[in-house]
């Protein structure tokens, strides 16, 4: 969304000031935000400061406001200090309702016969790396290919992404079918389509799934889009999209030995499986429903709740929303864990033979802000726009 940065008015208010923009729209500014962000204070960009808001009279107000010779804002308060604003700066920092709706990225939502975008490994820095994170923000996924099989291929691609995220079970996670399993990822069994770690309070952010070796029967990926889910749901139940956004619930994570590459464990967040901002968009999903605690929901909403949790899950479960594909060795997809829930088909050779339906995936995460951050970084570098864009936040905790 282009915004208009030509004023065409000026108005000094009790309360501060009002521009009125060539397009049409207007855009009201109190004395105190005016004075808290004066250019000559510091840059709040970078945390740099030498204003304090303790400084700030709560009585302050503007004496006059006009145009000057270079074409900014002047600025004169009633404590005699005077600003100069950049009337382009002014506007995009407008907090007014039809500009703050601008803000947030329009994600595309796909559905079952989606072809998702694939990449060869970009090089760090570079357009093609910009072009992989600008997709995963837009549909949530993309396929990158020609990864080198070993940890520093899985580490390669995650470096593009940002800092990986080290928790209970490592910096990577190698899902190997195993004989004795003691997470059901290592089984050669169905996984329904899910968001990872709902149990803890931030749970990860971009995901990757390094595919090191496929089973030569089954083992598909699924994905399904959780915001086009969720924005259905908004439309066509609103009572049952209220309860999933506003009743927390519990998801827990507990082991209490250590078990190779995961330590011992007791996690447990309660959050919304529906995560809204500040302007009511979608933000953020947490479903996982293997790790989905025993509800403490409201006894008069039980009923309701339910109803509303069954429909989410068949629509997670509906065919006609599911992406299905096979990642080769070499390939691996990124997704956003909080958008994007993932499963797979079950796998296995017929014949029970271990080495046919051996099955090797690395898994490695990258918290949500590092991700947004670098995406917002390459797209300053390469003159693209939304550089300071509002993404969507993830699934909150309560």
Sequence with gaps: MELETAASTIEVTDSGIVIRWSDGARSRFHSLWLRDNCPEDGDKEKAFRTFSVVDLNPDLFVLFAERNDFGDLAVEFSDGHESVFDFEWLRAHSHEAHDRRGKPRSVSHFRAGHSFDRFELPTHGSAEHCDLLESVAEWGVAIVTGVPGDESGT??????LGRVRETDFGRL????????????????????????????????????LHCVEASSFGGDSIVVDGFGIAADLRDDEPDMFDLLTETSVPFIRHRTESVDQGEDVHLLAHGPIISLDRDYEISGIRFHERSLSPLDVAPEIMGDYYRSLIRFAKDVNDPSRAVVFRLQPGEAIVYDNQRVLHGRTAFGAPDGSEEAGRRHLRLCTIDRDQFHSRLRRLRADHDRPKANERLASGASAS
């Design 155 to 160: 580490e390669a691609l995650a470096r593009l």
């Design 173 to 208: 996670f190698d899902i190997v079918t195993e004989p004795e399993v003691w997470t059901l990822s290592q089984s050669g069994l169905a996984l329904d389509p899910h968001t990872d770690d709902p149990y803890r309070y931030t749970p990860s952010g971009a995901s990757i």
